[in-house]
């Protein structure tokens, strides 16, 4: 009889433990939109288009951003983002970034770093860079899977 009660009382604990649990995971808020982070890291909104389908950061600043398709957005530049994105990301610095080319003239360059400070973002391709207003990555931009869409 003695182990019998015993018994019911682990296992009582442990629903009570797994309740608890349970009751905890519910009240933790969802992952952030990875347009609401940037802010926190000095990035407008708009650097990454709306069709992020997931991202995920470390606690080294390692990141990846998974898109739905590869697709194109027009800023002052037409900026080309491939299905996965990645790079090092720390306040006003993202350095080893590949997924992201933009159109210079007629060629496609990749964008291999981007900062910002002071209302600029801007863009190194190589030693080269291209400094413009944040203000045009403030609003998140519809991603387009034909670069050439808009002139059809």
Partial sequence: MASSCSSMA???ILLLS???LFEISLSVPPTEDVHDLLPTYGFPRGLIPSSVKEYSLSED???EVHMDHPCYVQFDDLVYYDKKIKGHLSHGSIVDLTGIQAKKLFLWVPVTGIDAASGYVQFHVGALSETL???QFENVHVCKSNPYA???
């Fill in 18 to 20: 797994l309740a608890i």
């Fill in 10 to 12: 682990s296992i009582s």
């Fill in 133 to 135: 207003p944040a203000e």
């Fill in 150 to 152: 808009n002139y059809i």
């Fill in 61 to 63: 600043g390692e990141f």
